[in-house]
């Protein structure tokens, strides 16, 4: 079952990128420089998401653009954002990778091919058709 564990600072070095959860957007470089900007002057406001699959194994869940503006911060400033402010979540790979899709769902740039992608890849791993329409806050129809 899907579920915020607990928030903490996490050292950086310690988050990865699992190799079946992707941004489903292109990164965009000027938004990452935005927030490059942003995040100096005013801090990181909203926590990266992150699943713990094992214990001390952490993959990046939500926040991409977030952690592509913090590694180009580190790498202008030695010794800043040494630990981040983290959610981290905790639930079967087939949550985290609809959860993955979902943080960006009220983002403006999500496709309907992504929902539908993630939609077939649920319904073949036994979800069913209500669990699906309950996860992403949507009718069965």
């Known amino acids: 079952m899907l579920a915020t564990?607990?928030?903490?600072?996490?050292?950086?070095?310690?988050?990865?990128?699992?190799?079946t959860l992707t941004n489903h957007r292109k990164l965009d470089m000027a938004k990452v420089a935005h927030l490059e900007r942003d995040i100096i002057a005013n801090g990181l406001f909203e926590p990266l998401v992150i699943w713990e699959r094992n214990?001390?194994?952490y993959y990046l869940v939500g926040g991409f653009h977030r952690m592509n503006a913090?590694?180009?911060?580190r790498?202008?400033?030695?010794?800043?954002?040494d630990r981040v402010?983290?959610?981290?979540v905790t639930g079967d790979p087939d949550e985290i990778r609809?959860?993955?899709l979902k943080l960006n769902s009220d983002r403006v740039e999500?496709?309907?091919?992504?929902?539908f992608q993630t939609v077939i890849y649920l319904n073949n791993?036994?979800?069913s058709k209500v669990r699906i329409a309950d996860f992403f806050d949507k009718s069965v129809r």
């Open 110 to 115: 999500t496709k309907i091919t992504d929902f």
């Open 70 to 73: 913090i590694q180009g911060i």
């Open 75 to 81: 790498k202008s400033n030695p010794g800043y954002f």
């Open 5 to 19: 564990k607990r928030y903490e600072y996490l050292p950086i070095e310690k988050i990865e990128f699992h190799h």
């Open 85 to 88: 402010d983290v959610r981290v």
């Open 55 to 57: 214990n001390n194994e």
């Open 125 to 127: 791993a036994n979800w």
């Open 98 to 100: 609809a959860l993955n």
